[in-house]
């Protein structure tokens, strides 16, 4: 089992304080937030890419890739019938791949729910048919920089598109690419009628990308679901990428957050 952690958990700390802090404690993946670097991922330079990819590798991590693709950006959304604003965000979104494969990362997980849902008065049709247009169009990026995009379902508190599993199956299926694969959130599946491991054993085909935490918005094992059965799971399905530590409750502490997630999965996987 290959843990990494999200950038974002350390917060204002150093990147160097903050690769330490997680190597000690037991990850060897990196996942970034683009936010994190920089207000302007089209002027976030050539050296400046070198230079953060450097000091992650240095200290011992590989890159996994970028999640919160579409966060804190303007102008940018994924469903709307504005075609001018779906053909900016897959202009945004090829830039990404192409930060991605600079960084020497391989996966961008696709959630961002605030710039992919519906608005008032728009099908599902259309917003599906939207998004596979607007990924469709970053394909040949993805295929240039050796990158995937992993949709990722988001619970109905999060927003109103990809709910389930199911549906970014579906999305997936009309974009019918290899790059185009599913990823799958502890917390998101907790809002499903599916028990968590039926989950994963059901789109063991297509998962890329898994995301452990608790529907507390904090880390795994620091709620109620069981994470036994969830790793069995992955165990059972000869799962090989990265397990990643995302949490959105921040009030337990940085070193509480990374060293309690750490404990919590390997005392399930044990």
Known sequence: ????????T?????????????????????????????????????EDRKRYRDTVLEA???????????????GLHLTTDDSA????????????????????????????????NLPSGQSMDSAMQNAAETLQAIVPV??????????????????NFLNTAAEARQLQAMIDSPTIQLHLD??????ES???????????????????????????????VD????????QDIAYDGWVSVEVFDYDPGVETLVTQSMENMKAALA
């Open 1 to 8: 089992m290959k843990f990494g952690i999200c950038n974002e």
């Open 186 to 191: 502890v917390k998101a599946m907790s809002t």
């Open 85 to 116: 604003v779906r053909t900016k965000t897959s202009q945004y979104l090829g830039e990404l791949a192409k930060l991605c494969r600079d960084l020497e990362g391989k996966v961008m997980v696709l959630g961002s729910p605030q710039q992919r």
């Open 142 to 159: 993805l295929e240039e920089c050796g990158v995937q995009i992993a949709l990722e379902p988001l619970g109905p508190q999060e927003g």
């Open 227 to 234: 994470f036994a059965p969830i790793f069995k799971a992955l």
């Open 194 to 224: 599916t028990p968590i491991d039926q989950l994963i054993r059901d789109n063991a085909d297509a998962m890329l990308h898994f995301h452990a935490n608790d529907p507390n918005r904090q880390g795994p094992g620091m709620g109620d």
């Open 60 to 74: 011992g991590f590989e890159v996994i890739g970028l999640h919160w693709l579409l966060a804190k950006t303007e």
């Open 10 to 46: 350390f917060g204002d700390w150093p990147l160097d304080k903050s690769l330490e802090y997680a190597k000690n404690a037991g990850y060897t993946g990196w996942e970034v937030a683009p936010f994190m670097l920089t207000d302007d991922i089209f002027s976030y330079s050539a």
